[in-house]
């Protein structure tokens, strides 16, 4: 933005932990590592991110899964606080002093819970950066050992099989079967075209190859396995190895419901979508399938509900999450056209089965999708009236361009 300014939280990077062990306190700039390298040391967790250099402010505002989540719901479900900054007729000229805090002309700093402005603190699960700066997340915390987890590469051939694995897995999860598992179900595209099955695995327990996974776990051939019993830290780390730095990259997403079938003729789609763009340079993409079952989405309803749309009645859904990466920018509208016909066409389909569902992940979200729409037209008022409330300026609105805004108009995309 010309003349505009840039506030950097990094530095708001502490975790501090409550006495009794039940609350642990992150500033705004932290990162998931900040978190579990402090807490693994204490045998203690939150439900946060699955990627170590991801930043808790963005993962959490926008929703979040986490390996936990069959057994808490999303991240954002289990804040217990957010502090945050937000810009208020009745702040300008003064000075606040809230939670150890000086703000000066700026506005005020307001703490939400279920019972403290309840209306902004559900807004602000999945609200992004649309009412204030967000300077501390006090989540809650549960005692946490070593957990078994890991990826297993398989070759292309077992693609079919997979599909219907994860479709019996999301079901068996959503029956509450065993809420200790997480999967992620990844295709891996390469120059050669498709190329590989990367799943990353995890039980957060130390257990090693419990029965809900062993279908997953006993296809074969597998071309390397990483399964161990090792800590958070550990296992955040090695997932993000599969989406490095210095690359340029696209996220898409779309949701769906649980049908092997319908996995399938998504999955060709992609190999059509993605065949024109495998030659630029650098080129990789994933096709991941994630399982939200109803034993994700019926835990928001019970701490004060969230702002993203979807719970128990949505049934299990699987979540499409599309990453591509390659170097020139003279690539740029070669691949966003590619991602935007994939999700056209797929969505499309999925329309025509009955087995679409509205909502976008606005942290997989390309910049052509609108995620906030996604959450329905009550829950998109509910956060207009917040916005209204406590940024009667629209600041966050107006003048702060970056992220997912409400009322959008330049969303061209599924």
């Known amino acids: ?19 009794d062990r039940t609350i642990t306190s992150v500033g705004g700039g932290a990162r998931w590592e900040d978190v579990y390298l402090k807490l693994d040391a204490m045998d203690l967790a939150v439900s946060g991110g699955r990627v170590y250099d991801v930043g808790v402010g963005g993962l959490t505002s926008g929703g979040g899964n986490s390996f936990f989540a069959p ?29 150890s805090q000086i703000v000066t002309g700026l506005g005020l ?14 807004a602000l699960k999945g609200g992004s950066n649309n009412f204030g700066i967000i300077t501390r997340f006090d989540l809650k915390t549960f005692q946490q050992g070593k957990l078994w987890g890991g990826f297993i ?51 957060t327990k130390a257990e090693a190859y419990p ?55 998504i999955f060709s789609i992609a190999q059509t979508a993605f065949l024109p763009i495998q030659t630029v340079k650098d080129f990789q993409a994933s096709f991941v399938l994630q399982p939200i079952p109803t ?3 019926d835990k928001g309803a019970l701490t004060g509900g969230n702002s993203l749309g979807i719970d128990e009645s949505s049934g299990n859904l699987v979540w499409l999450d599309l990453t591509i990466q390659w170097s020139e920018t003279s690539d ?49 008022a509910a956060m207009q009236a917040v916005s209204s409330q406590h940024d009667p300026d629209q600041v966050f609105q107006n003048m702060v361009p970056g992220g997912f805004k409400m009322n959008r108009t330049s969303a061209t995309c599924c």
Do not use: W
């Open 1 to 19: 933005m010309q003349d505009g300014i840039t506030i950097d939280l990094g530095e708001m990077n502490q975790v501090t932990v409550s006495k």
């Open 71 to 99: 057994r808490f719901g999303f991240v954002c479900d289990n804040v217990e606080r957010f502090e945050v900054g937000v810009k208020s007729r009745r702040s300008a000229m003064k000075t606040a002093l809230i939670s």
């Open 109 to 122: 700093v307001v703490n939400t819970s279920e019972s403290e402005n309840p209306d902004l603190h559900k």
């Open 153 to 203: 590469i398989y070759p292309p051939t077992t693609a079919t099989e997979q599909f219907e694995l994860l479709q019996n897995f999301t079901t068996a999860s959503g029956a509450g079967e065993d809420p200790y598992a997480t999967v992620i179900n990844s295709y891996i595209f390469t120059p050669k075209g498709f190329s590989y099955i990367a799943n990353q695995y995890t039980y």
């Open 211 to 265: 029965a809900i996974l062993k279908n997953f776990t006993d296809v074969q051939p597998q071309l390397s396995n990483t399964m161990r019993i090792t800590n958070l830290t550990n296992i955040t780390i090695e997932l993000g190895q599969g989406t490095p730095n210095g690359f340029r990259q696209l996220f898409g997403t779309a949701t769906f419901a649980n049908n092997a079938s319908l996995f399938s003729e």
């Open 295 to 297: 034993s994700i989405t």
């Open 332 to 380: 740029d509208v070669a691949v966003n056209n590619a991602t935007q016909y994939l999700l056209t066409q797929a969505i499309q389909y999925a329309k025509s089965k009955g087995q679409h569902n509205e909502y976008l992940y606005l942290n997989y979200a390309m910049q052509s999708q609108d995620p906030i729409a996604s959450y329905g037209v009550k829950n998109v």
